[in-house]
């Protein structure tokens, strides 16, 4: 990456202009962008997605879809994993630091001083990005639920998905499935058609119930589209026919619900099957049971298999370990560092048949990370050995020096990952 001391400063100034760091309205998001003269209004077609768990890997499947059926995308991300950067991509590309410089110092003249969330303030200014550089699509990731979330300002999307709803972020989007749900099914617009993934029964009467009001047509997992593997083929069906297509290339079996409501989506936009399978096969999304092949980290340990993952709900918890489950026979440890704002307990249960052992580390820089006593401690009431590091560098020598050819996941945290990226890439 180019130096971003630009960016960054005035990124740090953007975090003082809110007390909250989550303030879930869209007043002030409709009022930054009036004042840009609603640059919303001029992307290019929206593919808006919502969902607990799969939102960005789907997202990254559509665009290598897109991609090689010769489509422009625009694409919206978050968080960022180990630059700003990688929120904003245009045409294909990640936006230049002085493009996103020269937006951020935009936003705040247009912001004249009042409050807005630094998620708010800076979705705004990739709107302006958007409707500054041609594309065909904008791909828009909701950042935190989907009703009032500041990307659900777009009226009239071109499709809408909603992958696996689950438990996550009650504080802000309600204690049941159901209320998470509405949430979630808040960016459905009257008319606009809308593929959804794998849900609970709870989840799919609510969202069906908010589709029916708005007359959305839903494409619906197991009524409209199928998806499922045979002889190692994945094996996609709906009204338009079957597709016989490699094994997606983000690894992990909850990946193929993931490519089911990508393929869902591609065959809606018209997508024929050289773009359905270059969505298996290309796209690229880092911290998803991502294999860290070279750095200073995985130098350090040469014979040890080293992953990366930044799931950290007890869905994300639950699709880790059965992705471990599938892999070869191999004595594994995790080195898990989490925030204090997450269901520590839910996460980790599943871990407990896989692992001979879980280190804890407190995640460097990070003012709402969960001390590495806690995160130890609730391994072993999850009924994992557990013990204390003071860091992944230490954790990952400790295993190595008694365990030299272990499989390694570092987890519990995005940014945790963003952390080994941005220092062990």
Request: hydrophobic share 45%.
């Amino acid at each position: 990456m180019t130096d971003t001391t630009r960016s960054d400063a005035l990124l740090q100034r953007m975090m003082a202009f809110h007390p909250k760091i989550i303030d879930l309205t869209l007043d002030r998001v409709n009022r930054m962008l009036a004042a840009l003269g609603h640059p919303e209004e001029r992307v290019p077609p929206v593919i808006h997605i919502a969902g607990t768990n799969g939102k960005g890997s789907t997202q990254a499947m559509i665009r290598a879809g897109l991609e090689a059926a010769g489509k422009r995308v625009h694409a919206y991300t978050s968080p960022h994993l180990a630059w700003f950067h990688e929120r904003i991509r245009l045409a294909g590309e990640l936006i230049s630091e002085d493009a996103l410089s020269g937006l951020l110092d935009e936003c705040i003249v247009a912001n004249g001083g009042e409050e807005i969330t630094f998620f708010e303030i800076t979705t705004c200014a990739a709107f302006l990005a958007f409707s500054r550089v041609p594309a065909d699509y904008t791909l828009l990731e909701v950042g935190l639920g989907g009703r009032l979330d500041a990307t659900n300002v777009v009226t009239r999307p071109a499709l809408s998905i909603i992958t696996p709803v689950s438990i996550d972020h009650q504080q802000y989007l309600g204690e049941t499935l159901a209320e998470i749900a509405g949430e979630k099914a808040g960016i459905i617009k009257r008319g606009v058609p809308c593929v959804v993934g794998p849900q609970t029964d709870e989840g799919l009467v609510v969202i069906e119930t908010v589709a029916a009001r708005l007359d959305a047509p839903l494409m619906v997992h197991g009524q409209h589209w199928h998806i499922g593997i045979e002889r190692d083929r994945l094996i996609y069906q709906d009204e338009n026919g079957l597709l016989d297509l490699p094994m997606p290339a983000l690894r992990g079996p909850h990946q193929i619900q993931n490519a089911g409501a990508a393929l869902a989506a591609l065959r809606h936009l018209g997508m024929g099957e050289a773009a359905c399978e270059a969505a298996m096969t290309r796209p690229i999304w880092p911290a998803r049971m991502q294999r860290l092949m070279r750095g200073p980290l995985a130098d350090s340990a040469p014979a040890v298999e080293l992953w990366l993952d930044g799931g950290h709900n007890p869905a994300g918890g639950e699709a880790i370990a059965t992705t471990l489950a599938q892999m070869p026979p191999r004595v594994t440890h995790a080195i898990c560092g989490m925030l204090n704002t997450k269901d520590i307990g839910g996460y980790l249960r599943p871990f407990a048949p896989h692992l001979a052992q879980l280190h804890a580390v407190s995640i460097p820089g990070e003012a709402n990370t969960l001390p590495a006593e806690v995160t130890a401690e609730a391994a072993r009431t999850a009924g994992i050995a557990a013990d204390v590091a003071p860091s992944v560098a230490a954790a990952l020598a400790a295993i190595t020096a008694a365990e030299p050819r272990a499989r390694v996941l570092i987890c519990g945290s995005l940014y945790l990952a963003g952390t080994i990226l941005r220092e062990n890439g």
